[in-house]
């Protein structure tokens, strides 16, 4: 979480106050948020607000409610506007406090650091033993290998968390121990919390185990993944559709270097050269709205694609939506390797 206390100053601080306080925050945001007697955010000061005042000749004791900006830039806490975020960052305004009804701070939200601020919840599956790689996984859970400095789990779990969710759950079975004592500390922040599978329960079953959820939808995802994946983009496109699950989607190409007959029958009426066909795949990250949540046994073994079919089957809204950017499932040693060398060349833009 942002440590936004240094960022405070009450209205009756003297402008000298403000400027020994943004003296502070050099090389950080530049940025105060005035207080009243009550505790109750009244307004913003920079060091521009201040230079713009001595320059019209305000001397040094004047209170600073006098020169600060009374019409600031909020989000309304427990009810964030994912318009007014877009909004705030094409404006490039980078600290942006989130109000309670009554005015005070409940969080403040660091636009450098942030990418947005999504109302999910979030659960990642990380209890396969990872078979396609030993002898790397004999004594190490795949999601606890390290690509370049740090273990494959914690470069999804800090982009969750650059993304505003602060509820992660992450579910395990295989060596589950050292993924206790891993996010024993917190990642990116977060305090994750560990759910142990007592048995393998599919790709998505052991979600039954997880109990407390906040919000109306639930990210969740295989924790092996390397993406640079928008979740904003993927969120905002569930809700749009109204959809009960949303599966990201990877587009997939095959092309078949023969030529293919056109045919009625046996008849065959042309040809297609070396055609290509292109599908789309499932990427192992899903939005699903917590009622569906319902159609997920328990202590069963549970496909996500045994999800899919029974939403379809019943009825229920399951959309596509397809990944712009970088997607790579590490499942093999030339996975791998191919991550390191993407990590190693900085090719991970929102990481």
Not at 104 to 121: C, G
Not at 212 to 236: A, C, Q, R
Request: hydrophobic letters at 40%; charged letters at 25%; glycine letters at 6%.
């Amino acid at each position: 979480m942002y440590e936004w206390n240094k960022h405070l100053i009450t209205e009756k601080a003297t402008l000298l106050d403000a400027l020994c306080k943004l003296n502070e925050l050099s090389g950080q945001n530049m940025v105060l948020l005035v207080l009243d007697k009550d505790e109750r955010m009244v307004g913003t000061l920079t060091d521009g607000d201040i230079r713009r005042a001595l320059i019209a000749g305000k001397e040094t004791d004047v209170s600073v409610e006098e020169i600060m900006h009374r019409s600031f830039a909020f989000l309304n806490a427990g009810n964030i506007d994912l318009a007014k975020v877009r909004e705030i960052r094409e404006r490039k305004i980078t600290l942006v406090p989130a109000l309670n009804e009554d005015g005070h701070i409940a969080e403040v939200y660091d636009f450098t650091e942030f990418h947005s601020i999504l109302p999910l919840d979030a659960v990642l599956m990380a209890g396969g033993r990872g078979e396609r790689l030993r002898p790397l996984t004999l004594t190490t859970p795949k999601p606890l290998l390290k690509i370049g400095d740090k273990p494959i789990i914690d470069y999804n779990v800090e982009e969750l968390a650059r993304n505003g969710i602060r509820h992660i759950s992450v579910t395990t079975n295989y060596l589950a121990e050292q993924l206790d004592e891993h996010f024993a500390t917190p990642v990116g922040g977060v305090d994750v919390k560990c759910v142990r599978e007592p048995e393998k329960l599919g790709t998505i079953g052991s979600l039954a185990l997880v109990k407390d959820f906040y919000h109306d939808n639930i990210l969740v995802m295989n924790s092996d993944l390397l993406t640079t994946i928008n979740y904003e983009d993927l969120f905002m496109f569930h809700v749009e559709k109204n959809a009960d699950m949303t599966v990201a989607a990877i587009p997939y190409m095959v092309s078949v270097p023969f030529a293919i007959f056109k045919s009625d029958g046996t008849n065959i009426c042309g040809l297609e050269e070396k055609p290509t066909y292109n599908y789309y795949a499932n990427a192992g990250i899903y939005i699903i709205r917590k009622s569906a949540l319902k159609y997920i046994p328990e202590a069963v073994v549970y496909d996500a694609t045994d999800l899919i079919e029974d939403l379809i089957a019943d009825r229920k809204k399951v959309v596509y939506h397809p990944i712009n950017g970088m997607w790579m499932d590490i499942g093999s040693p030339d996975d791998f390797r191919h991550a390191q060398e993407i990590v190693k060349n900085k090719q991970l833009s929102n990481l």
